[in-house]
Nanobody, 123 residues
Framework: QVQLVESGGGLVQAGGSLRLSCAAS????????MGWFRQAPGKEREFVAA????????YYADSMKGRFTISRDNAKSTMYLQMNSLKPEDTAVYYC????????????????WGQGTQVTVSS
């Protein structure tokens, strides 16, 4: 069974930065893809970014390119999301997710989910 635990959320002013972490455990992730999603109040969960664990190939939602960076530390089995130039509209609960195959931007394509971490950006 895969366990995912997010951390690093919090309250930040617009223009600030945060780095989210997702600690993964339960198996070897070499064949997995992992992603970050977010859900704002009253909105559907949306894709933020993903990476292929074995190659570190990365993929981003168009609106996140240039501000957000996804990465992973294989030795720590941890994935990160560096978020810069944050805006109030980035306020949401951020989730990490994992799937045993290639990456996807589709929420339904991920089998494992963390509990989420709140990010609040004040104006």
């Amino acid at each position: 069974q895969v366990q995912l635990v997010e951390s690093g959320g919090g309250l930040v002013q617009a223009g600030g930065s945060l780095r989210l972490s997702c600690a993964a455990s339960g198996r070897t992730f070499i064949t997995y893809s992992m992603g970050w999603f977010r859900q704002a109040p009253g909105k559907e969960r949306e894709f933020v970014a993903a990476l292929r664990w074995s190659t570190s190939s990365t993929y981003y939602a168009d609106s996140m390119k240039g501000r957000f960076t996804i990465s992973r530390d294989n030795a720590k089995s941890t994935m990160y999301l560096q978020m810069n130039s944050l805006k109030p509209e980035d306020t949401a609960v951020y989730y990490c997710a994992a799937r045993p195959t290639g990456w996807s931007a589709d929420v339904s394509g991920y089998r494992y989910w963390g509990q989420g971490t709140q990010v609040t950006v004040s104006s």
